[in-house]
């Protein structure tokens, strides 16, 4: 697959580039795609913490009153819900969410969504992410030029641009990745996804070495 590369300085094409097959051309199925994206908002829970039941709550046992003519109901320890300090009723019980997924679902899900973001046209490959000046304006000018529609995800190599994370860090509209941390829910959760060629060059060996 071939696609041209855009120029965040405005100075026309940046030449072409060549998409692999194999990673931009996987003909997309809804049910990967769910199964990756359920695995991933499950994996990031955070583990919920036991409440002590009556059973559990360090009281004394003694009955502390008279089983009969005191008036009130029957108790036989301080241990009941009913008093302070007593156990929790119901209460809830610790979960730990781990979810696991084979690593080949996880690949192909990947792949899905970046093929996804191709065949739709929703797919920008930029030279590089380099500014002049890491001015919040001058760079929504120039997003704005390519059309980027109402969010964009922008993947970079190995490390992100500085000057370009600077920029972009009051714009709510564009969100910052480097190639390692692509994901599925990231890509599918934004009208567009932008590569760098360097971001290219990753994934591509990230799924083939």
Do not use: C
Not at 29 to 39: E, G, M, S, Y
Not at 87 to 99: L, M
Not at 136 to 162: F, P, Q, W, Y
Not at 172 to 194: C, K
Request: aromatic share 4%.
């Amino acid at each position: 697959m071939k696609l041209k590369v855009q120029s965040l300085e405005g100075k026309g094409k940046a030449g072409d580039i060549e998409l692999d097959d194999a990673i931009f051309g996987v003909e997309p199925r809804a049910d990967i795609l769910h199964r990756v994206v359920t695995w991933q908002l499950e994996k990031r829970r955070a583990p919920t913490r036991a409440t002590r039941e009556r059973s559990e709550v360090a009281r004394t046992g003694k009955k502390f009153g008279r089983q009969k003519g005191s008036g009130g109901a029957r108790h036989g320890d301080r241990r009941a819900p009913i008093f302070v300090g007593g156990g929790k009723a119901h209460g809830a019980r610790a979960r730990v969410f781990n979810p696991t997924l084979n690593k080949r679902v996880r690949a192909l899900g990947l792949k899905m969504a970046l093929s996804a973001k191709a065949r739709d046209g929703n797919l920008v490959v930029l030279d590089n992410l380099d500014l002049d000046s890491a001015k919040t304006a001058a760079l929504k000018e120039r997003l704005g030029k390519l059309g980027l529609g109402k969010t964009a995800l922008v993947i970079d190599g190995d490390a992100i641009s500085v000057g370009f994370a600077h920029a972009s860090a009051n714009l709510r509209e564009v969100d910052l990745l480097p190639a390692i941390g692509a994901n599925v829910y990231d890509i599918l959760n934004h009208e567009t996804l932008v590569l760098t060629r360097a971001a290219v060059a990753k994934l591509e060996a990230r799924f083939n070495g």
